[in-house]
Each structure stands twice: as structure tokens, then as C-alpha cells.
């Protein structure tokens, strides 16, 4: 009763400020009713700056914690969140500049489990502009559709809002040769709702969160390539482990060490009737499967022979599997994609745990109530306690530590400070091999900065027993990292000491990883630095490691090749 009475207090304390808004108890009948009084624009930022400020009078009293632990403070922050981000320039704006997007801004505004919803899903590396830009045209254009599938419109809102990289979907084709479609958001959001109603899909998109669908949208491909995938005949997501393998593997073409696609247009049609290597089949079924309504993720990993490309997907509402086209015998330690919504890298235990995260638990909602609120304040006092906030209120959450890692190290924050949230990262992410590590790898640096040489030495070896069996490929990291240390100061008998001691405990299942992270750059370094005897013994050592690579394999050719290149340099 005390608290509420103090939260009611502020509030009135707030209400001696000049505005037409007074900041109090929040519900949806104040909602409808705030915007019945505030029609235009002008109005909608003049009342922002006061309602920010009523909030900020508030928090100076009760402070952070009391503050975001209130429903009527949190609803005010998520009002404030919606009216930032419409345009200054409505006038100039290309799309809110007409009168039917504004309609459709302001009917969203008063249906705040879908507003919130879209506010909830937005990442800190997200373009928020663009996003309500993208989630309104759907709205405004495909208007009783959208408030169905309303996840669906939110997913398209936050893949959409960035160019997709110029990059994409792997380096294994020239990226002029990726046929980009000029479709908008809205017309792809309409094409897949339309492909439900006539059966076309596997699953229903109105069943799946937010998380999910975005790797069921994130293809920019014309839609006539996705119509020519759902002609593909495959009557349940378990048959697409067959449809990877109805794609012949070119092996002329690997064995011709063209790597990169060689046909001309990158399309379905194509790939199908040519065939390719293993990202293109990763990448015709991928498609396949999202033009079926199956969300699907390409991964890419180094094994015993080299690179290779699987799958992720949806093999029923909630269940991931991760392994599709996946050889047992390769022992690939991880898989690498990107997350569509922020074109970060993304490991497949990664996103297994990121998947598993509900958008609808109480704490979520609460930890990203506490990040917005930090977000509209970016400079206050008060602004990395509300990233601790978000992260005490949902551990699992992210962004939310890598928001406050990103403020600990632009502010220059003390070395201890920095230490204990790498150690309390490391505590929450315990489970998580990869984030994990992520932590371990930071905390090293600080330690070794810091000249704890015992500190750094025990956390080391914690890594490398940590890692060994599953994860050598973070090991193998561990040990290039070492090794490079030495090159970079010159110091070549302690760099080859390091390799030496690195291949000696690897070399049993380093596969692809070991290759490409150290024996490769680490020969080639020594060969660019005249160091020919260093060059031929490491030369040696991974001739034997590697004596079981798979003949015709990427990795055995590349092998084959850096050794020739030794010897040439050897005379």
C-alpha cells in the first residue's frame, strides 16, 4: 500500500509540470482516450517531450527499480516508445506523409496488444523508423488479414527494415547473380497469407511467434521463385532431408575448384536442373521449405573435410531440429548463420536457446520495458541501471547484456566493474557453450590486461578442458589467438613453440577448424615473413594431422595446395 501510495504521490508531483497530459494511471480506456484528444502530429510531439519529462520527474523520486515495476509507469513508456517513433517531417516523409498511414498509426496505437507486441520484438540493432514504417503498410494495406496474422506482419516489420547484406545467403555465389525481388513487405506478407488460404503451406503462420517466423521471411528472392519452390512436391517437413539430396552434387565442379556458382542467374530452376555443391542444395531446399510455410535456417560449419552447409527447421509447432543433411561422421562441433533480424552471427546452439524464449513471460516483457526505458534516456545517470534491470528481470535475455557491455566499454568503464559483469555474464550463460565462451574470451583479455598472469592462466585451462570434446572448435580459437600473439611481435621460435604444442594436442579432430583457423594463416604468415623452415616443419605436422582428410574433399585441396605452395618457396 506504501509503494502505491509513493508511485501516486510522484505522479501527482508530475501532474505541476506544463502540459495538457497529465501522466497517471494507464488503461486501455485512457489510451482511446488520449488519442480522441490529440489529433495531429504536433500534437503527438509536443506531448511526448511532456510526458517524457513527467516520466523522468517520477523516476528522479522512486527511482529505477520502484519505477519499471509499475504497470501505469511501464504502459506511459510504451506510449512514449510509439509516439518517438512517427516522423518529425510527416510532410516529407514518403510514406506517412499520406493521410491513410496516418489512420493506420493511430488505429494501432489504440490496439496495444498488437502494438506492444511489435514494440517487444524490436532489437536495439533493429531501424525502429523503418520497422513501424513496414509494420503500418501492412496494416494499412492488408488490414484484415494483418490484425490475424499480426506476428507474421511484425516478423516481415523487423527483417525488412534493413537491407539484406550484399552478402547474402553465402559467399559461395557472386552476389550479382542473387535475383532480389522488387515485391514490398506487404505484398510478400499478402502472397504467404494467400498461399495458406489455398493449402500451399505445411504450417499455419498465425501459430508461430514472432522468433520463429523471422526465418520463414528472410528471403529477398523474387515471390515467382518462391511460387516455382511451392511446386516442389514434399508432403511434410520430414521429406526435406530427401529434397537435399534429389539436388546432384557437382563434383567436376569441386574438383575444378570453381567454388563459386558458375551458371549465370542464382535461381531454383537453375540449381535444380544443374545441381551444385552443398550450399546450393542447402539453399534450394531452404527456399522450398519457406515457400511451404516451413521457417528454415542454412548453416555453415567446418568438419573433418572442410566446409559444409545444413539445415535447421521447424519439424513441428515449437521443435527445432538442427541437423538436416548433417554427416554423422564429420563431427562438425557448430554451425554458423546469421540472424535475420540483426545480421549478426548466429550459432546453432545459439539459436536453439534464443528459440526456446517465450515473448509472452512476465519477466521478458519486464526486461524489455527496462531496456525502452533505458533507450529513450541514452545519456541519464540512470540508464545502465536499466540494463541491469533487463537482465535481472530475464537472465536469457541477449540484448539486454550486450547493450551493457556495448555502455561499459564506450564509457571506459573501471577494469573491476568490467570483470565482475563478464563473470556474471560467464554465471547466467552457463549452459550456453557459445555465449559461454563469448564471456570467457572477453574476461581473458581484461586478465591479461590487467597482468593477473595466475588468474589468467587458470581460466585458460578452464576453457580448454571446458571445450574439448564438443567444442574444440573454440579451443582451436583459444590456441590460433596464442600462436598469433607471437607473430605479430615477431617472435617466431615462440609463435612456432606455441603451434607445435596447439597441433600436438589438436590434431586428433581439429578437422576444418584446425586448417583454416590455424595451419593455413599460420604457414601463410610464414611464408610471407621469409620464415621457410618454420613454414615446411608446421607444412609437415599438418600433412599427418590431416592424412585421413576426404580425397576430392574442399580441405584435402586446399591442403594439397598450401603445400605446394611451401615447397615452391622451399626450392
Keep these: 500500500m506504501t509503494r502505491f501510495l509513493s508511485l501516486a504521490s510522484a505522479l501527482l508531483a508530475a501532474h505541476t509540470l506544463s502540459a495538457e497530459t497529465r501522466v497517471g494511471t494507464w488503461s486501455e480506456k485512457a489510451n482511446a482516450a488520449w488519442w480522441r484528444e490529440h489529433e495531429t502530429p504536433a500534437e503527438w510531439a509536443a506531448e511526448a517531450r511532456s510526458i517524457h519529462a513527467q516520466l523522468l520527474a517520477i523516476q528522479d523520486r522512486l527511482g529505477t527499480g520502484r519505477v519499471l515495476a509499475n504497470n501505469n509507469f511501464t504502459g506511459w513508456v510504451r506510449h512514449l516508445k510509439w509516439l518517438t517513433l512517427y516522423p518529425g517531417d510527416e510532410a516529407g516523409h514518403p510514406f506517412f506523409n499520406d493521410p491513410r498511414s496516418r489512420r493506420t498509426y493511430i488505429a494501432l496505437a489504440q490496439k496495444p496488444a498488437i502494438r506492444d507486441a511489435f514494440l517487444a520484438a524490436l532489437s536495439p540493432y533493429d531501424d525502429h523508423g523503418k520497422a513501424l514504417e513496414i509494420f503500418c503498410s501492412i496494416f494499412r494495406d492488408q488490414a484484415s488479414d494483418a490484425f490475424q496474422f499480426s506476428n507474421l506482419a511484425i516478423a516481415f516489420s523487423v527483417v525488412f527494415d534493413q537491407p539484406f547484406p550484399s552478402g547474402w545467403p553465402h559467399h559461395f555465389v557472386a552476389p550479382e547473380s542473387v535475383p532480389r525481388g522488387a515485391e514490398s513487405p506487404a505484398q510478400r506478407f499478402a502472397w504467404l497469407v494467400k498461399s495458406h488460404r489455398a493449402g500451399a503451406l505445411l504450417y499455419d503462420p498465425g501459430r508461430f511467434s514472432v522468433s520463429n517466423l523471422k526465418f520463414l521471411v528472410d528471403t529477398p528472392v523474387p515471390l515467382k521463385e518462391l511460387a516455382y519452390a511451392q511446386q516442389v512436391k514434399i508432403r511434410s517437413p520430414k521429406h526435406l532431408n530427401d529434397l537435399f539430396k534429389t539436388i546432384r552434387y557437382d563434383m567436376p565442379r569441386l574438383q575444378a575448384k570453381r567454388y563459386l556458382w558458375p551458371h549465370g542467374a542464382y535461381e531454383l530452376f537453375a540449381i535444380g536442373q544443374r545441381g551444385g555443391l552443398c550450399v546450393d542444395q542447402a539453399y534450394f531446399t531452404a527456399h522450398t521449405a519457406k515457400a511451404r510455410g516451413v521457417p528454415c535456417i542454412v548453416f555453415l560449419g567446418q568438419g573433418n573435410s572442410g566446409e559444409h552447409a545444413w539445415m535447421g527447421y521447424m519439424a513441428g509447432y515449437g521443435r527445432w531440429l538442427f541437423d538436416l543433411a548433417k554427416f554423422r561422421n564429420e563431427d562438425y562441433p557448430v554451425g554458423q548463420a546469421f540472424d535475420p533480424q540483426t545480421w549478426r552471427r548466429l550459432t546453432d546452439s545459439e539459436c536453439a536457446f534464443l528459440n526456446s524464449r517465450s515473448a509472452a513471460d512476465p519477466d521478458f516483457i519486464r526486461a524489455r520495458d527496462a531496456l525502452t526505458w533505458g533507450e529513450l534516456n541514452p545519456g541519464a545517470d540512470f540508464h545502465i541501471a536499466c540494463l541491469q534491470e533487463a537482465r535481472h528481470r530475464a537472465p536469457g535475455y ?171 618457396r622451399a626450392g
Design 398 to 568: 541477449l540484448w539486454a547484456w550486450e547493450k551493457e557491455a556495448a555502455h561499459l566499454e564506450v564509457t571506459g568503464a573501471e577494469p573491476a566493474v568490467r570483470v565482475r559483469f563478464w563473470k556474471d555474464w560467464i554465471s547466467s550463460f552457463e549452459k550456453q557453450k557459445d555465449l559461454r565462451f563469448r564471456g570467457e574470451k572477453r574476461l581473458l583479455a581484461l586478465l591479461e590486461e590487467a597482468g593477473e598472469t595466475t588468474e589468467y592462466n587458470r581460466l585458460l585451462r578452464q576453457m580448454i578442458a571446458g571445450n574439448r570434446n564438443k567444442r574444440f572448435d573454440l579451443v582451436i580459437g583459444v590456441a590460433a589467438e596464442r600462436v598469433f600473439v607471437h607473430v605479430e611481435n615477431k617472435r617466431w621460435e615462440a609463435a612456432h613453440q606455441t603451434y607445435r604444442g596447439a597441433m600436438s594436442k589438436l590434431a586428433h579432430k581439429g578437422g576444418g577448424h584446425l586448417f583454416y583457423q590455424l595451419v593455413q594463416p599460420y604457414v601463410q604468415s610464414c611464408l610471407e615473413e621469409g620464415q621457410i623452415r618454420l613454414a615446411a616443419d608446421a607444412m609437415d605436422r599438418a600433412r599427418r594431422a590431416f592424412r585421413e582428410a576426404r580425397p576430392g574433399s574442399i580441405l584435402k585441396k586446399d591442403l594439397e595446395e598450401l603445400a605446394e605452395l611451401v615447397q615452391a
